[in-house]
């Protein structure tokens, strides 16, 4: 087998053979295959495609790359949930430890921010002293005595996908609904999880933009979870407006942990029970009651386990940004648009996200909003706190948020989109 053939077979729009994926995903894991062959074929992918059978094979492949998880030894059956990637997307800190207080095991691998969307890790080591990398025997023993465990997937885990997410990324290869699906199911079915829930974003903040690509990608990915045995759901979310009311790794720990308090902003509250209900059916925990957990104080204690459990101290002080930027209302009327994607980047040049893999992240830094679409706001009010270690960067993140945010007459014609838009099994 020779790459150029593979390479020449997408360029020329043909069908990858079974042997060749086995071979490229292999070659390319090992080496054999450099990462300027590799980044011409993802985006031969990225152009031409892949159909349901070329891209059930690569999945495969990249599962077969590495190790495989077992956790048929818990006494619970295992949920987990994924996101495709959002803007104020805190849901898995809260969501985990809630679930986990249901009755299910929640083997939470999760991944650090890149670009304008945030990271699960990045934000929850805003807490002193959480760690994010265990052993799969550490995460083992987390699930077993607390229930959920949210740490990142060992080097053993679809080591393929590892090495090729990292060249997307810098090859302009990520948005690819064959490559995105392949990426996030290898993970996941190498993880081990008896079921999944998909939270696949859709608007101006996430990878897809439009319904039909998120709702292409949910079926993709669904069947694919389906046809190696997990039970796999997916819920389209909007991501036209960033979840709740912050953007940032502090700040969005502050926020999950309100909403376990039994407060916090209602849309996220609405998406957390949302998904835990999907992850409670799918783990045949269908009698068990979330919103019950989440105000008796059952879900807050499971998180203050998970957190001492992984070296966090849950009652430490989390770190706040050294300068702060208010941003107001110009004119009086109905905030209309609060856009994702020019919140996320703005937080991102505040330092919230990294623009290498090797990056810094500043816990301190990224937004509050003070006001969200729908509601009324007047001349002068604060609409926004943008916080930040460095502030040189405030121009760079007003310049993001230009046109992003909009008021409107009071009488502006306004139709809030639903959290959940549609549900895919
Ligand atoms: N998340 C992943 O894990 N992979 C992708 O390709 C995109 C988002």
Redesign the pocket.
Known sequence: MDVISVIRTKRDRGELTPAQIDWVIDAYTRGEVAHEQMSSLAMAIFLNGMNRTEIARWTAAMIASGERMDFSSLPRPTADK?S??GVGDKITLPLAPLVAACGAAVPQLS?RGLGHTGGTLDKLEAIPGWRATLSNAEMLDVLRDVGSVICAAGDGLAPA?KKL?AL?DVTGT?E?IP??????MS?KIAEGTGSLVLDVKVGSGA?MKHLDDARELASTMVELGTDHGVRTVALLTDMATPLGRTAGNALEVRESVEVLAGGGPQDVVDLTLALAREMLDAAGLKDADPAKALADGSAMDHWRRMISAQGGDPDAALPVAREQHVVTAASSGTLTTLDAYAVGLAAWRLGAGRARKEDPVQAGAGIEMHAKPGDTVTAGQPLLTLHTDTPEKFPYALEALDGGVLVGPEDAAFAATPVVRERIA
């Open positions: 994924h495709t990637g991944g996908d997410y997307r990520v690819s490559l995105i699906a392949s990426s996030i993970k990878f």
